[in-house]
């Protein structure tokens, strides 16, 4: 398995646009994690999903972040308008259930510079 | 609030020597804590977890402790090698499914 792919892998964009990341999870694990890494607040859970249902987004800072799971190989986390401070590393997680037993597996990450 | 707290500045040990983490944590009830590996420029790799009930792991030259009465959880690398030289984090599980993790401490193994 190539693990959990992501794209791009850096995004430097103008403030208000939008940007668009994408994740693939691994095959059949079940679970998928958007987090958000920056120096000052670490790594910050945003979104999960199971089954390709959205089950927690209460760490999505505005109403300008949305996130889907069209199926069960794809995700995608949008911000819109884009600003300045969500400049961050943005990171997909899959696994295999949501207790995360066997740990989570990340992808490389998307590095987002807004300027 | 809830707080997972790990040591900003860096370790610098010598190789050969062993390096210790520590990771303490605040209103949480884990049933277990976990330890993951990050290189620069990567995501986070998951490397063991720790259950409740369990004093001690160890996976090759990584040994972990977790004590629940300190809440907190000691992180060993015995012999260590400059390709140990990364940031390790520790995560536990809050409420609702979420894996929240520290900000991570970083080691740098001097050859």
């Known amino acids: 398995d190539a693990g959990v792919i992501q794209s791009p892998r850096h995004e430097v964009t103008e403030m208000g646009q939008e940007v668009t990341l994408r994740c693939k999870p691994i095959?059949?694990?079940?679970?998928l994690f958007w987090y958000r890494q920056t120096m000052m607040r670490g790594l910050e859970l945003l979104i999960y999903?199971?089954?390709?249902?959205?089950?927690?987004d209460s760490g999505m800072p505005e109403d300008r972040f949305s996130a889907k799971m069209p199926n069960a190989s794809f995700s995608t986390l949008k911000i819109q308008p884009s600003e300045p401070r969500d400049s961050a590393v943005y990171f997909c997680?899959?696994?295999?259930?949501?207790?995360?037993?066997?740990?989570?597996?990340f992808g490389s990450g998307t590095r987002l510079t807004v300027v | 609030s809830q707080k997972i707290e790990q040591n900003s500045e860096a370790l610098n040990i010598q190789e050969g020597k062993t390096a210790t983490l520590t990771c303490n944590y605040t209103?949480?009830?884990?049933?277990?804590l976990q330890w993951y590996r990050q290189d620069p420029g990567r995501g986070p790799v998951f490397l063991l977890l720790?259950?409740?009930?369990?004093k001690e792991k160890r996976k090759e030259r990584l040994k972990v402790t977790f004590d629940t009465t300190l809440k907190q959880s000691l992180f060993h690398i015995t012999a260590s090698q400059p390709a140990d030289s990364a940031t390790y984090l520790c995560?536990?599980?809050?409420?609702?499914?979420?894996?929240?993790f520290g900000k991570g401490n970083q080691v740098v193994v001097i050859p």
């Open positions: 997680a899959s696994s295999l259930n949501g207790e995360a037993i066997s740990g989570y597996t």
């Open positions: 095959s059949g694990h079940d679970y």
């Open positions: 999903f199971n089954n390709n249902v959205p089950i927690d």
């Open positions: 209103n949480y009830s884990p049933a277990y």
């Open positions: 720790i259950r409740e009930n369990e």
């Open positions: 995560a536990l599980m809050g409420g609702n499914n979420r894996l929240a």
